[in-house]
């Protein structure tokens, strides 16, 4: 699988930099943006199999990005920023991206992150997990789509492992399933923290945006 | 801070269009949330009552603001006194001035004369326009626009309204004793100045706190300033000193990291919480033995003694993490769950053997799992050679966590 096209775009060249020589012969980069217009048209021309997003970018933010790439469907993305605000990861991951990894990741690690959101699975965080189990947390709040608006006993288990640090492999073991159950587990909760309307998610999103 | 979250019209103003006179019982409707008719009743009712409603009415209207208001797209110069709903407004006014020489009557103060109600009718134009001319020049000041000549135009009306009413009421008053007529005239006049120039007053009033507010916005300004240049700017300086130690250098950028991370995101003021101690005790760890600490924490509740068991036993297995899991980073869950707080503390260093480990030697025994058992939890430790250690952490708790997402910041 080595030789995915890789689109890079943050506003921060010595970053770009960084993470061209951490990918190394991983993956192939085949465009490079530094805000949101130089990103639509790059990623227009290239079509690139996974995009490396930032969520703060000059003219409108990651989140602009991903909607005007949104026929593009074949392009995957793939965010990644320093930001902890929970609005910032919900706001990219609703907004469509794949996963949402912070930019302390190791190069290898991102390879494997890379691959992962290429071949159409989700990648999250421990941050992005404990956003998620706090986001859905059990409480009286009835939900409105059982099936979106709920995580299984397993979709919890897995996201818990993961906020704990564990690698998918890891959960897999610890859990006795095979990786590619975990890989489908959190791409449905993926599609949960997509789609759902849950109130408790908004509410929860609103609580955190400061100042 | 955030606007947003304001509910709309928290404060009272006194409202910028479909108003009468000053916008006062509109406003105070708006505010009270019952239909501005009521109020406006009220008003009218209680200046029988020694004139209450009259001087309530000139009250409110000198020390509220006036609102500005987004969603009115009119601009000022195109409002008349009467616009709007204008057969109400007339009514109104005209039951205001004539409830007000009800009232003087009575009183015996003066005897109800056709040049009389003349009088006090320009007069009280005059004053009407003038206040208002104030209102919407503050308005336009505030809309930035607005043109010049409209205002002195209207000024000029309002004065001459004013005079003309003085001196008619002069002429009235004069037959009755001219003696009286030097002093009647210069406290009317003092008078009339006063009223005219109230709303400049009460202006500027407005205006200082207004700019009180500017004042403490730089502040806060300059403040952001101060405290950028006393962390970032102090480690960035740092970390270029010690360029030859990495080590140094990593510990630096993670704890100003931290730092910076917990001032923007506000976890500063809920010291007393779960989140905030697992945080700070986290920063501290890594700072004393230079391991890098990832912290996810879900749902938050306040701490209590066993809580604080647990958080002692969390960092003991943190500082065991950091001391023998050879500098590999080092991950920290907390979970506040329904009826247990639940923490993990993992990394990915060589693991140990742990029957392999003598009684007397490593905290975990004593600190971690007698701690815990000690306050009615447990401690669990796994940990496979070459593949980490992990410590699990079980307190038991009473209450019902605060929420799901205790974490919440107000605004």
């Known amino acids: ?211 | 801070m955030p606007q947003s979250t304001a509910p709309p019209r928290r404060r009272l103003y006194r409202a910028s269009d479909r108003r009468i006179i000053g916008g006062v019982a509109r406003g105070l409707a708006d505010h009270l949330g019952v239909d501005v008719l009521w109020i406006r009743l009220g008003f009218l009712l209680l200046i029988p009552a020694g004139g209450c409603g009259l001087v309530l009415y000139a009250v409110f209207w000198a020390v509220t603001p006036l609102a500005v208001s987004e969603t009115s797209s009119r601009p000022a110069q195109t409002r008349s006194l009467f616009e709007g709903e204008s057969g109400q407004a007339v009514v109104f006014a005209a039951a205001l001035a004539i409830g007000a020489l009800l009232l003087l009557e009575a009183l015996g103060i003066i005897r109800i004369s056709f040049a009389l109600v003349l009088a006090l009718a320009l007069a009280s134009a005059g004053v009407a326009v003038l206040w208002r001319q104030v209102d919407d020049a503050q308005r336009a000041r505030w809309l930035g626009g607005g043109r010049p000549w409209v205002r002195i135009a209207r000024t000029l009306i309002g004065i001459a309204l004013v005079v003309v009413g003085a001196a008619v009421f002069l002429a009235v008053r004069g037959d009755l004793s001219a003696a009286r007529d030097g002093l009647g005239a210069t406290l009317i006049v003092v008078a009339g100045l006063a009223v005219v120039t109230w709303p400049v007053w009460a202006r500027l009033v407005r205006e200082l706190s207004d700019e009180r507010r500017e004042r403490i916005r730089s502040q806060e300004r300059a403040e952001i300033a101060a405290h950028l240049h006393d962390s970032v700017l102090h480690t960035l300086t740092l970390i270029q000193r010690s360029m030859d130690d990495p080590k140094q250098v990593a510990k630096l950028a993670r704890a100003q990291e931290r730092a910076l991370r917990g001032w923007l995101y506000g976890q500063a003021d809920n010291t007393g919480t779960l989140h905030a101690a697992v945080e700070r005790m986290a920063a501290e760890v890594e700072e004393a033995h230079g391991a890098p600490i990832d912290v996810v924490v879900v749902g938050d509740r306040g701490l209590d003694e066993r809580l604080a068991a647990e958080l002692a036993a969390a960092r003991e297995a943190m500082v065991n993490a950091a001391k023998y899991g050879d500098g590999a980073p080092i991950s920290v869950y907390a979970e506040v769950e329904q009826d247990a707080v639940t923490v993990f503390v993992k990394d990915r260093g060589p693991g140990f053997d742990q029957d392999a480990v003598p009684d007397d030697r490593l905290g975990i025994k004593h600190s971690i799992v007698g701690r815990m058992q000690r306050h009615g939890g447990w401690a669990e430790v796994k940990s496979i050679e070459g593949d980490g250690t992990e410590v699990r952490l079980t307190m038991p708790i009473a209450q019902p966590p605060r929420t799901g997402d205790g974490r919440r910041s107000e605004p």
């Open chain 1, 1 to 211: 699988m080595t030789g995915l096209r890789v689109v890079l775009v943050d506003d921060h060249r010595m970053f770009r930099t960084g993470v061209r020589a951490e990918l190394g012969g991983g993956v192939n980069i085949v465009g490079e943006a530094e805000d949101v217009d130089s990103a639509v048209a790059v990623i227009g021309a290239t079509k690139p199999d996974v995009v490396l997003l930032d969520v703060h970018l000059p003219g409108g933010g990651g989140r602009t990005v991903l909607e005007r790439c949104a026929t593009l469907t074949d392009v995957k993305f793939l965010a990644l920023s320093v930001s902890d605000a929970a609005e910032d990861v919900i706001g990219v991951i609703r907004g469509g991206a794949r996963g949402y990894v912070t930019k302390t990741i190791t190069g290898p690690e991102l390879v494997t992150a890379i691959r992962r959101v290429a071949e159409g699975d989700a990648v999250f965080s421990p941050r992005l997990a404990g956003f998620v189990l706090d986001a859905f947390a059990a409480t009286d709040v009835p939900a409105i789509d059982e099936e979106l608006d709920r995580l299984t006993q397993r979709e919890r288990e897995v996201m818990r492992l993961i906020a704990r640090g564990y690698t998918y492999k890891e959960v897999a073991k610890e859990l006795f399933i095979s990786v590619k159950t975990v890989e489908t587990h959190v791409s449905a909760v993926l599609r949960k923290l997509q789609l759902s309307n849950r109130h408790e998610l908004t509410r929860w999103a609103t609580a955190r945006r400061l100042v």
